[in-house]
C-alpha cells in the first residue's frame, strides 16, 4: 500500500511538473483592435480560441484610435494591430520600430467624413477657415482632414486643429465646442444617425486611404511570435472572405460582440469589400506621400524615408498556414 501511494504520489507530482512546464512554455500574443473592421469580426467569432490547444493564448486590447494603439506596440505591450494610413507615418517618423505586415484595401468613398452639425451655417469646407476642427491628431481622420482642406483651398494653418479621440470629440461635437469634426467609421456613421450631424466632405476625389497591419520588430525576429502573427493573418484572410459572404450574419448576429449597433452596421459593412493581403513594395509610395505632405504642413516631427526597413514581405497568408506544423 505504500508503495502504491508513493508511486501514486510520484505520478502526481510529475503531472503537475508537466503541466507547470507547459504553461510555462505557453505563448501569449496580444492584438490591438479597434471598433469595427476584420479584426474585430475575428475576434467575436472566436476563431483563434482553438489554437490554445496548440500552445498560443491569444489576446486582445480595444483601442479608441491607431496613435495609442501603436504606441502601445511599440512599447511591447501589443504584438500586432491594424490603423489608418497616418498612425504608421507617425509612429516610424517618433522612432517607433515597427514594420508593416499587411494592407486592406479601402474601396469606399464614405468610410470617415468630414461633419458638421445639421444647424451649421458652414456649407463648404471653404467656409472652415477660422473655425475649430476635432481630430484625432496622427489617425487617418487627421490625414483625410489635410487633403479636405487641400482640394477645399485651405491649410491646417487655416483652421484651429482640436485634437480628441472619438469619446471625448463626440460631446464637443454635440455641444458646440468644436464646429466638424473629421472622423472614421464607425464613429462616422453613429454620429450621422444620433448626432445630429450632416456630411460637408468624404473622400470622393480624394486619396481613401487604406487600412495597414503592424507589428514590432521584435515579433518578426522571434520564430514563435512570428508564427502566431502568420496565423493571426491567415485567419483575418479567412474572416474577410467568410464575412463578405455573410453580410446577413454579421450584421444580425454580431452587433453586441461588436459594441456596434445595428442601425450603424447596416450601413458601414455593405459599404467596402472587407479584404487583406501582404504588404509590398509598392504600398511604399502613397505612404511616403502622406508622410511628406505631414512634414509639409508641419505636424510631422522630423523627414521620414520610408523602404523596405519598414516593412517585412511575408508569404501569401492563406497558404502559409499549412506550412506552420500545426496540428
Given at each position: 500500500?505504500?508503495?502504491?501511494?508513493?508511486?501514486?504520489?510520484?505520478?502526481?507530482?510529475?503531472?503537475?511538473?508537466?503541466?507547470?512546464?507547459?504553461?510555462?512554455?505557453a505563448l501569449t500574443f496580444t492584438i490591438g483592435y479597434q471598433k469595427g473592421g476584420i479584426p474585430n469580426i475575428l475576434k467575436a467569432r472566436g476563431?483563434?480560441?482553438?489554437?490554445?490547444?496548440?500552445?498560443?493564448?491569444?489576446?486582445?486590447?480595444?483601442?479608441?484610435?491607431?496613435?495609442?494603439?501603436?504606441?502601445?506596440?511599440?512599447?511591447?505591450?501589443?504584438?500586432?494591430?491594424?490603423?489608418?494610413?497616418?498612425?504608421?507615418?507617425?509612429?516610424?517618423?517618433?522612432?517607433?520600430?515597427?514594420?508593416?505586415?499587411?494592407?486592406?484595401?479601402?474601396?469606399?468613398?464614405?468610410?470617415?467624413?468630414?461633419?458638421?452639425?445639421?444647424?451649421?451655417?458652414?456649407?463648404?469646407?471653404?467656409?472652415?477657415?477660422?473655425?475649430?476642427?476635432?481630430?484625432?491628431?496622427?489617425?487617418?481622420?487627421?490625414?483625410?482632414?489635410?487633403?479636405?482642406?487641400?482640394?477645399?483651398?485651405?491649410?491646417?494653418?487655416?483652421?484651429?486643429?482640436?485634437?480628441?479621440?472619438?469619446?471625448?470629440?463626440?460631446?464637443?461635437?454635440?455641444?458646440?465646442?468644436?464646429?466638424?469634426?473629421?472622423?472614421?467609421?464607425?464613429?462616422?456613421?453613429?454620429?450621422?444617425?444620433?448626432?445630429?450631424?450632416?456630411?460637408?466632405?468624404?473622400?470622393?476625389?480624394?486619396?481613401?486611404?487604406?487600412?495597414?497591419?503592424?507589428?514590432?520588430?521584435?515579433?518578426?525576429?522571434?520564430?514563435?511570435?512570428?508564427?502566431?502573427?502568420?496565423?493571426?493573418?491567415?485567419?483575418?484572410?479567412?474572416?474577410?472572405?467568410?464575412?463578405?459572404?455573410?453580410?446577413?450574419?454579421?450584421?444580425?448576429?454580431?452587433?453586441?460582440?461588436?459594441?456596434?449597433?445595428?442601425?450603424?452596421?447596416?450601413?458601414?459593412?455593405?459599404?467596402?469589400?472587407?479584404?487583406?493581403?501582404?504588404?509590398?513594395?509598392?504600398?511604399?509610395?502613397?505612404?511616403?506621400?502622406?508622410?511628406?505632405?505631414?512634414?509639409?504642413?508641419?505636424?510631422?516631427?522630423?523627414?521620414?524615408?520610408?523602404?523596405?526597413q519598414n516593412y517585412a514581405t511575408l508569404p501569401a497568408f492563406g497558404p502559409a498556414l499549412a506550412g506552420?506544423?500545426?496540428?
Open positions: 500500500m505504500k508503495t502504491l501511494t508513493r508511486t501514486t504520489l510520484t505520478l502526481s507530482a510529475l503531472s503537475l511538473t508537466a503541466l507547470s512546464l507547459g504553461q510555462a512554455h476563431t483563434l480560441d482553438k489554437y490554445a490547444a496548440q500552445g498560443i493564448d491569444f489576446k486582445w486590447v480595444l483601442f479608441t484610435a491607431g496613435p495609442p494603439l501603436l504606441e502601445a506596440a511599440n512599447a511591447g505591450a501589443v504584438d500586432f494591430g491594424s490603423v489608418g494610413n497616418a498612425p504608421g507615418v507617425f509612429a516610424l517618423a517618433g522612432g517607433a520600430d515597427l514594420k508593416y505586415v499587411g494592407v486592406s484595401v479601402n474601396r469606399s468613398d464614405s468610410t470617415e467624413g468630414l461633419l458638421v452639425r445639421q444647424d451649421s451655417p458652414i456649407r463648404t469646407v471653404a467656409d472652415l477657415k477660422g473655425k475649430r476642427i476635432g481630430v484625432a491628431r496622427g489617425s487617418s481622420a487627421h490625414a483625410f482632414l489635410y487633403n479636405a482642406l487641400k482640394a477645399g483651398g485651405l491649410t491646417l494653418k487655416d483652421v484651429t486643429v482640436v485634437p480628441l479621440l472619438p469619446p471625448d470629440a463626440r460631446p464637443a461635437f454635440e455641444n458646440g465646442s468644436i464646429d466638424a469634426w473629421s472622423i472614421w467609421d464607425p464613429f462616422y456613421t453613429t454620429a450621422l444617425q444620433g448626432a445630429s450631424a450632416r456630411v460637408l466632405r468624404d473622400h470622393k476625389g480624394l486619396d481613401r486611404g487604406d487600412s495597414y497591419y503592424l507589428a514590432p520588430s521584435a515579433v518578426l525576429n522571434d520564430p514563435q511570435k512570428k508564427r502566431a502573427l502568420q496565423i493571426v493573418l491567415a485567419e483575418l484572410e479567412g474572416t474577410a472572405k467568410w464575412a463578405n459572404a455573410n453580410q446577413a450574419t454579421v450584421i444580425s448576429q454580431f452587433s453586441d460582440e461588436l459594441g456596434i449597433p445595428k442601425s450603424v452596421l447596416e450601413v458601414t459593412v455593405p459599404k467596402n469589400e472587407f479584404n487583406i493581403r501582404p504588404f509590398r513594395a509598392a504600398d511604399v509610395k502613397p505612404l511616403q506621400t502622406l508622410a511628406a505632405a505631414f512634414r509639409e504642413a508641419g505636424v510631422l516631427p522630423r523627414d521620414l524615408k520610408l523602404g523596405a506552420l506544423g500545426l496540428k
